[in-house]
């Protein structure tokens, strides 16, 4: 299995619900390593870059002044299958689709305030990873 690295971000409602400690606890039981992270405020602009993919859902509009209404704590997770391994502790988008025990399942309350982001392929990992941290930020 490939080491990979991954981008996870802490939603706005995860930050704002005290969360932060939860999440990254997971990642770290997991076996998960955090190789740099930041906390920032992103503007509607910046939201709607990052899920420029979803421009054209009914829900882009909603989702991203969601993303941009207060702070989140972005992360570089690094491990054996991290971009897998995230998704997993994440669970579905759908909280109530996701699997018992993991982090949307236990605490999200909307499919829109889902705690947690995390890339979904390799692909996006590298992008997303770039869209948060540059060299000098990353350990
Ligand atoms: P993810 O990779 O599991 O985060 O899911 P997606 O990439 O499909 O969607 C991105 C984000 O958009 C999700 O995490 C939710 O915050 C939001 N989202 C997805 N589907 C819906 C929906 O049907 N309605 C609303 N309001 N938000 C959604």
Redesign the pocket.
């Known amino acids: 299995m490939a080491i990979e690295q991954t981008l996870s971000m802490i939603k706005p409602d995860g930050v704002q619900r005290g969360l932060i400690g939860e999440v990254i606890g997971r990642f770290e039981k997991a076996g998960l390593k955090i190789k740099a992270m930041k906390m920032l405020h992103l503007t509607l602009a910046q939201a709607r870059a990052f899920y420029a993919v ?1 421009r054209e859902r009914p ?1 882009y509009d ?2 991203t002044g969601f993303m941009s209404s207060g702070p989140i704590v972005a992360m570089i997770l690094e491990g054996e299958n991290a971009i897998q391994v995230n998704r997993d502790l994440m669970g579905a ?1 759908n909280y109530r689709q996701a699997a018992p025990g993991t982090i949307r399942a236990d605490f999200a309350k909307e ?2 305030a ?1 705690i947690v ?1 995390g890339s ?1 392929s390799p692909e996006t990992a590298r992008t997303e990873i770039a869209f948060f941290f540059n060299e000098l930020e990353k350990v």
Do not use: G, P
Request: a negative charge.
């Open positions: 979803h829900f909603s989702l988008t499919i829109e889902n982001h979904d």
